[in-house]
């Protein structure tokens, strides 16, 4: 039998389709059955490519006898957190007041007004370290509900209200200046793991967004322990397991402070994120790793990510299968000694085991090895190296592919768009700018549709039924701006114009403060707001960014003054957690540089606009084609000079003098 999932376009919930409970998709007609029933509503939220969310499905979701007690005691509902990050967002900000803790699978029970009374995450189906078994919490919960309900109630309510008191008065508190900027270098330089690269311990994520700020301070002030932080860090992952060394693409993080082993999963928005960095520390060093490592996770995303609509996927899985049937963390991706010999013979498999640093005991499970570039101290024979690596990845293309998450995300989608839009400028791909091109143009035909207003997720070309959140219209406007700067053609600001809009009117509180959800959406137990990064941009400074470069194409008042109130936050936060608020320390780099506006009269790809693209002046904007096109506003106004392509440089609509000559422009821009 399949439950009520069959029929939506959530990979994640189509897995738990053909699954004995009965599930539920989150909507006021699963709340109105627990109020009939008075039963509670267990809420499960989890995502296609977390392991232990198939972990659980296996142990519990797929026991007739556990599915037959949850079908009779709750109403269950099942949630995709990337479909629906306001409703995650919300239950868990509860799950880590109440517990310290949090992650996914997310276990909730609600009310049936939707007040949450218990919380946990992942329960095994047999009571171990501790913890008890799911049943065992269900039955908890059932005797609860039941003996003592004005409990449950009362716990209920004040939960909300605690939640309810958490706003963020964090508008209005100035702008974020040379002060802020330095002590958030200050705190960051004490955090830097100085041995291995990185901030803090174990598991150890991509810093993408403190790697954009700390290139940008370094652009604007000479710092030179920021470029470094930045540059011994992005080699220190490239080197490490967690970078695919046969196939590029980054998997999720580290669950070691020396990058060795990975959580295999590999997902959109990081290779987006760290493709644009490492094209970025090109940019800023012209560094060759960082050149390699950016065009090969480029192509990863074209290759392994990329939908028949154009669009890019969410998510490859952690798990594949591996030779016996069974399915296996990381099958896909490990080697052993044996296995290097069975495919290069005993001289290559050696030299491949000294070079991709696999050990007889190996550095992964039961004496597999993450494959890693470890030795930087000796010469390797590049020729040798690229005939094995090939070898390998023709041997690993016969393996069970890990399964793949085909929802098209709009807020990852505008992340892509951007780095590959940049990436092809910087490496002469044009193939790459057509990519990102007609990612832009899904967003637009079948995301934006008639309405200018982004629907969050697209499967086959299918719109999903959930509203775009905050990181929707920041990211997406921040896409549009790149192909813009890249492209010269001026539609993409006007629908990046479009997009903020909407921030403008739905998203903006007092004071400048920024909400997750527009005013007119669902509305959960509080409205959910967070100017924090987690593994993107916090939709908050991501619309701040947006909204300064779009102010910077337009000398639109509103726009800059939007972005101004937004960035209070960074004032606050950027000294005191500076790792968490990376995206919103890089945009006050930029509006402390002006940001600068850069015009190009001449032809879109010639050596001026590519010199512009290639300026290190922080979240400067770059405008080209032919002069007085209404399409760019930068454009008005600004002949070449004696017939030749010219540039000027602005700051604030206040120009230095034309130039004609690249080198120049280059200087200006901190080329």
Known sequence: MSNRLAQVTSPYLLQHADNPVDWWPWSPEAFEEARSRNVPVLLSVGYASCHWCHVMAHESFEDEQVAAYLNAHFVPVKVDREERPDVDAVYMEAVQAATGQGGWPMTVFLTADAEPFYFGTYFPPEPRHGMPSFRQVLEGVVSAWTDRPDEVNEVAGRI????????????????????ELAQALLGLSREYDGKHGGFGGAPKFPPSMTIEFLLRHHARTGAEGALQMAADTCEAMARGGMYDQLAGGFARYSVDREWVVPHFEKMLYDNALLCRVYAHLWRATGSELARRVALETADFMVRELRTAEGGFASALD?????????????AYYVWTPAQLREVLGEEDAAFAAEHFGVTEAGTFEEGASVLQLPRTDVAVDADRAADVRARLLAAREERARPGRDDKVVAAWNGLAIAALAETGA???????????????????????????????????GRTGDNAGVLEDYGDVAEGFLALAAVTGEGVWLEFAGFLLDIVLQHFTGEGGQLYDTADDAEQLIRRPQDPTDSATPAGWTSAAGALLSYAAYTGSEAHRAAAEDALGVVKALGPRVPRFIGWGLAVAEALLDGPREVAVSGPVGGELHRTALLGRAPGAVVAAGATGGTEFPLLMDRPTVDGAPTAYVCRHFVCDAPTTDAQELARKLGG
């Open 318 to 330: 952690a798990d594949s299968e591996d030779g016996g049937g069974k399915h296996v963390e990381g």
């Open 426 to 460: 910087y490496f002469d791909r044009p193939d790459l700018i057509e990519r990102a091109t007609e990612a832009a143009d899904l967003l637009v035909r079948v995301h934006m549709g008639d309405v200018a207003r982004l629907a969050r997720t697209s499967k086959d």
């Open 160 to 179: 909300v209200r605690e939640l309810a008191g958490r706003s963020l008065a964090h508008g209005g508190e100035g702008l974020p200046g040379e002060p």
